[in-house]
């Protein structure tokens, strides 16, 4: 009897453990029956101190972005147009071209533009300035329509915030006294200061076809920041069959004033 009563209490006790594992599995493996356990009593301001949710973090301010000028509609169309690449991001300054140039007689004063350059004797002739401010031409070539010019006038587009792109603008611009078809092909963009006045001096090749035959003239323009107006523009250009004037762009573009 001793041994069956040791061995009911033994069954017993193997039993209890079991149930005590049990409830120890449920409870690791469970954990919403761990969370319905009952907790001890605890005052008030420590519960809710403790099941407070913790702050969340400042998120950092955001980083102001950097003020950018959207391009105007007049840059947009011009960086699409085909027959003139964009300028070159450095700066040259413009070509000496060989020759001599032709004798001054003088300047001319354009009160509209605000600038003076030289007024040239030889070839070049007064010539009616409508629609531009002042012109110069060269004689006309037999054979050929187009022929050397030299004329200012306030810059004829849309201004821009920045005087390199209302170059750029310009000098696109002068495509339309070129012959039809024209392309350009930068030679030099000098950032320079004319009588202490900001000025853009672009050089370029203009290319053209003329009854079959590839043509080209040299071309430049100086877009002066002149006080109070508009920028003024002066642009020569002038075709290869004329090619003994060339360096007349250089004395144009070295001796512009600010009147």
Avoid at 76 to 91: C, H, K, W, Y
Avoid at 172 to 195: F, M, V, Y
Wanted: proline share 10%; hydrophobic share 40%; glycine share 6%.
């Amino acid at each position: 009897m001793r041994l069956v009563y040791r061995t009911a209490a033994v069954v017993t006790v193997v039993a209890a453990l079991g149930v005590v594992a049990a409830g120890v599995v449920l409870t690791r493996n469970d954990p919403g029956e761990a969370a319905a356990a009952p907790a001890p009593k605890a005052d008030p301001v420590t519960v809710a101190a403790t099941t407070a949710a913790p702050p969340s973090p400042t998120p950092p301010l955001p980083s102001p972005s950097p003020s950018v000028s959207p391009l105007s509609t007049a840059m947009t169309d011009a960086l699409d147009d085909p027959r003139v690449p964009e300028l070159p991001d450095g700066q040259e300054k413009l070509r000496a071209f060989a020759g001599r140039s032709a004798k001054i007689r003088g300047s001319v004063k354009d009160e509209r533009s605000g600038v003076a350059f030289p007024r040239f004797a030889g070839d070049w002739d007064l010539a009616s300035a409508s629609p531009f401010a002042s012109r110069q031409l060269l004689p006309k070539v037999k054979g050929s329509a187009y022929r050397g010019l030299l004329v200012s006038c306030p810059v004829p587009i849309e201004v821009q915030d920045d005087l390199k792109d209302t170059a750029f603008l310009a000098a696109r611009w002068t495509l339309n006294h070129h012959p039809a078809g024209a392309t350009i092909k930068w030679t030099s963009a000098d950032l320079t200061e004319i009588d202490d006045r900001p000025a853009w001096v672009l050089g370029y090749d203009v290319s053209y076809t003329i009854k079959g035959d590839k043509r080209k003239s040299a071309a430049a323009i100086a877009l002066v920041d002149v006080p109070g107006a508009k920028p003024a523009l002066v642009f020569i250009s002038i075709p290869d069959s004329q090619k003994k004037s060339y360096r007349d762009i250089n004395t144009v573009m070295g001796k512009i004033k600010v009147l």
